[in-house]
Structures are given as structure tokens and as C-alpha cells.
């Protein structure tokens, strides 16, 4: 049966390229791939999108994965990052004009009323995390606790959303879930953009799809700024692996990058004077904190690198317990911090 909307697809994969180059024209072709930072069009080298290939299926032309995100998907899907737009017949229109192929007629309607704010922008991260409610007391509550934490509801920069909207590549709609929304701010406090981890129906742990963890706005740059900080400040990649330092060690002021891509990104606060980097136990933690390691060495600040046991410090967490954590932390922590953090 024909269907139009996988003939778009085949068309768009048939002109990668040119989608690319119109889309993200931050990127630049290397070999078989167009390489760019992220969705955002942002300069880098994380986001791979496939030009040749099979027109389906492993290694098919026109699928993309970010390797610091783990978001994945196809052209259409970039289309909609890059556009805004919401509507699936917006979306294919805009397929259409791109392709130079003409719109199908349809019966005259009513002009529609003015659109908001296209999804995947800080405005529309902004209205999701409005729509959020507090931690405590919800299923990212009983998330968080499920792995070791228990102070993810005295942060403000962690919120809940019962229904949170989620699709997963080769889905045509969109299924509410239930999902933890960070909100990811700039240097002057502004929300840039929201990190989505959806979650069980029973919030023992996340949902059962394929994508788990999708962001949205501006990242790169940016963080989830989970406590306040002064001249002393710990940056790591992960919510649940700063939210574990937290709590082994309340004094901690703590940021997720949300990745390793956007960890060796950071923009670092005026007036920091001392930079911990908790890596996670990977190559990828490792070359993200050397990066970010001597940009805060060139600008002056003394940087240590913190090394969990496992693979990050809530694995840490988990199988050895918090008093655990803190004594392996003072063993890292400069001796000129460890009685202001650690106490």
C-alpha cells in the first residue's frame, strides 16, 4: 500500500545532502557522513547523519545519531528539530516545498489561528517546565529514590511532568509519559532548554522505549544547575550522577552537562576559582574532561578530576552507600575544600 509519508522519506534519504546543507548548514561532509555539533546546528562533531545507504533498514541513507545525546532518527525528524514545526502534515508540507514537489489541494478552511512557539526552542522549553510540577511526592520522586536519592525534590532545577509527550523512531504519533524534566540555564540564570528522562508507570525506573533521555533548546554551552555554587564548583555529565555526589556530600555545589559532548562545552562562571570534574569511568568522560580541563587552566582556575570507583558515582552510590562515597571523595577533594564540602 503506498504511503506517502515513507515516500518522503525515501525522497528526502535519495537527497541527504541537500537536506543537510539546508538544515544544518553548520555541518560539512566527511566521506559518508554529514557531521555536525547537534539538532541545533551548532558547530562540532557529535551528530552523524547518514548520506548513503540502503533506503531502509542497518545503515540506511538519511538516519542520524548524536553520540553525546543518544538522540537518533531520520530526516523528517530533523526537519522538525530545525523548523519547529509541530503538526505532521506542517511537517510534510514542508518535505514537499523542500523536495519541489507540489502540495496536495485541499478544501478551503479556516485560517489557523497564529502558531506558538515551535517545539524545540527555549520558549518551548519554557513552557514545559511551567507545565512541571515540584519533585516531591511524584513519580520522579520515587525515581530518584529508587537509585540513592533522596534530595532530587530540594532542587528547583528538577520538575515533574505527568504527561509528558514521547515518540520513538518509526512512530508516526505521540504517547504522553510520565517524565523527569530538568531545566538547562544559562550563565544569567535563563532556561535555555529542558532534559526529558521518561519514566516506568510505577517510577521504578525508565520507561520501557527506545529513546529514554531526549533533550530540547539550547544545550550546548549550558547546564542543569542543580545548587548554587561560589568560587568552588563540580561539573559532571549525568542528573543522577551529580545528584549522588549531592548526597554523599551535601556541601558539593553540583552541575550536569547531561553528556560528555557538552561536558568539555561548559561555560564556566566568573569568579571560579577551583573546578572538580567527576568523570564518568568511559574514554568519552575522560576526553570531555581533558577538554574542559584545560580551558579552565588557560582562564586560570586549578581544576581536579574526580574518578568514581565504577562506572559513575551512582553506581558508586548504589553499591556501597553514602558514608562510603564521602570517604573516597575526601581522598580526591583538594585539602584546601575538603572541611568546606565535606565538613
Not at 17 to 31: D, F, I, N, T, W
Not at 97 to 122: E, N, S
Not at 273 to 289: F, H, K, N, V, W
Not at 320 to 335: C, N, P, S, V, Y
Request: with cysteine; proline share 7%; glycine share 12%.
Amino acid at each position: 500500500m503506498y504511503s506517502e509519508t515513507e515516500d518522503l522519506i525515501r525522497a528526502l534519504a535519495e537527497s541527504a545532502e541537500s537536506v543537510c546543507r539546508h538544515y544544518l548548514p553548520a555541518g560539512r561532509r566527511e566521506g559518508s557522513y554529514w557531521i555536525v555539533g547537534d539538532l541545533q546546528n551548532n558547530p562540532g562533531r557529535s551528530l552523524f547523519v547518514r548520506l548513503t545507504g540502503p533506503a531502509s533498514g542497518p545503515g540506511a541513507a538519511g538516519k542520524f545519531t548524536d553520540g553525546a545525546t543518544g538522540e537518533h532518527g531520520d530526516l523528517l525528524d530533523i526537519i522538525r528539530e530545525r523548523t519547529g514545526i509541530s503538526r505532521f502534515p506542517d511537517l510534510l508540507a514542508e518535505a514537499r516545498a523542500h523536495l519541489g514537489r507540489p502540495q496536495p489541494v485541499l478544501p478551503d478552511r479556516p485560517v489557523p489561528k497564529k502558531a506558538q512557539a515551535p517545539g524545540g526552542t527555549p520558549a518551548a522549553a519554557a513552557r514545559l517546565f511551567a507545565a512541571s510540577m515540584p519533585v516531591a511526592g511524584t513519580l520522579a520522586d520515587t525515581y530518584l529514590r529508587a537509585r540513592g536519592l533522596t534530595k532530587g525534590g530540594m532542587t528547583s532545577a528538577l520538575r515533574f511532568h505527568p504527561k509528558c509527550w514521547h515518540r520513538d523512531e518509526g512512530q508516526t504519533s505521540s504517547i504522553p509519559r510520565p517524565a523527569l524534566i530538568a531545566a538547562v540555564t544559562d550563565g544569567a540564570g535563563a532556561l535555555q532548554g529542558v532534559h526529558r528522562t521518561w519514566l516506568a508507570p510505577d517510577g521504578q525506573g525508565k520507561a520501557a522505549v527506545e529513546t529514554q533521555r531526549r533533550a530540547m533548546g539550547h544545550l550546548l554551552g549550558n547546564a542543569v544547575r542543580l545548587t548554587p555554587h561560589d568560587d568552588i564548583l563540580v561539573i559532571g555529565e549525568g542528573i543522577e550522577t551529580m545528584l549522588s555526589l549531592s548526597e554523599a556530600a551535601p556541601g558539593l555545589p553540583v552541575w550536569a552537562a547531561l553528556s560528555s559532548g557538552h561536558l568539555g562545552a561548559v561555560q564556566l562562571p566568573k569568579g571560579l576559582q577551583r573546578l572538580y570534574i567527576a568523570i564518568d569511568r568511559d574514554p568519552a568522560g575522560q576526553r570531555a574532561a581533558e577538554r574542559l580541563s584545560a580551558r579552565a587552566t588557560e582562564v586560570g582556575i586549578a581544576v581536579r578530576v574526580l574518578e568514581p570507583l565504577l562506572g559513575d558515582f551512582n553506581d558508586d552510590l548504589r553499591a556501597t552507600g553514602k558514608e562510603a562515597l564521602r570517604q573516597h571523595l575526601a581522598g580526591q577533594i583538594g585539602l584546601e575544600d575538603r572541611q568546606r564540602l565535606l565538613g
